[in-house]
């Protein structure tokens, strides 16, 4: 059923019952409703709320959780003061139930210095960004305005989220900023 519109006394006397169309899979699922609560009086929509109902298979395979993909370095060399890209190949991940596309990656813990972004407005920091982002080369760290003399190192730490919400373990990767070789000037700008 793809879509259905009833009346809370309608949908409770339908009968309505879950059927388990495409194993094998993990022992979760989840049902999207949208309630919208409206008045008696005209109908007008009052508030609108989505829920997810969550859907226990019995005798399915447990979900298991995303896992840090073999491949990636986990190293990401940054020039100082450069917006350098994240790529597959610093980060990735994987998970047997979701597609990659589908994977979301939360910042567990952000550099001390500078900040994760988006490429579509790198004047904010993000807090989560999923796969195909990545892929796409439109995550970025933006390092710090500010010069230092020497190389420095962060451990930044990710996790990857599946679409049944489960999270890997953390993914930690080794930032390293390299100093500026140059006695040229250089432009910046106060954010």
């Known amino acids: 059923m793809r879509l259905l519109k009833?009346?809370?006394a309608d949908l409770l006397e339908m009968g309505i019952r879950y059927?388990?169309?495409?194993?094998?899979?993990?022992?979760?699922?989840y049902i999207p409703l949208q309630v919208e609560y409206r008045s008696q009086d005209n109908r007008k929509q009052l508030q609108v709320q989505n829920?997810?109902?969550?859907?226990n298979i019995s005798g399915a395979v447990p979900n298991t959780p995303p896992r840090a993909a073999f491949m990636p370095m986990f190293i990401l060399e940054i020039d100082q003061f450069i917006l350098t890209p994240l790529t597959t190949a610093t980060?990735?991940?994987?998970?047997?139930?979701?597609?990659?596309?589908?994977?979301?990656?939360?910042?567990s813990k952000p550099p001390p210095e500078g900040y994760i972004t988006h490429v579509d407005d790198q004047t904010k920091a993000i807090t989560s960004f999923t796969w195909q982002d990545l892929h796409d080369l439109k995550i970025a760290y933006q390092p710090p305005n500010t010069?230092?003399?020497?190389?420095?190192?962060?451990?930044?730490?990710?996790?990857?989220i599946d679409s049944y919400f489960l999270s890997s373990t953390?993914?930690?990767?080794h930032f390293s900023i390299r100093t500026a070789e140059t006695n040229s000037p250089r432009v910046s700008w106060n954010m």
Do not use: G
Request: aromatic share 8%.
């Open 91 to 107: 980060l990735d991940a994987e998970d047997d139930e979701t597609p990659k596309n589908k994977l979301v990656f939360k910042i």
């Open 6 to 8: 009833a009346n809370c």
């Open 170 to 173: 953390p993914i930690m990767v």
């Open 147 to 160: 010069s230092h003399p020497d190389r420095r190192n962060y451990e930044v730490e990710f996790q990857a």
């Open 19 to 29: 059927e388990h169309l495409s194993p094998p899979s993990p022992n979760a699922d």
């Open 51 to 55: 829920i997810w109902i969550p859907v």
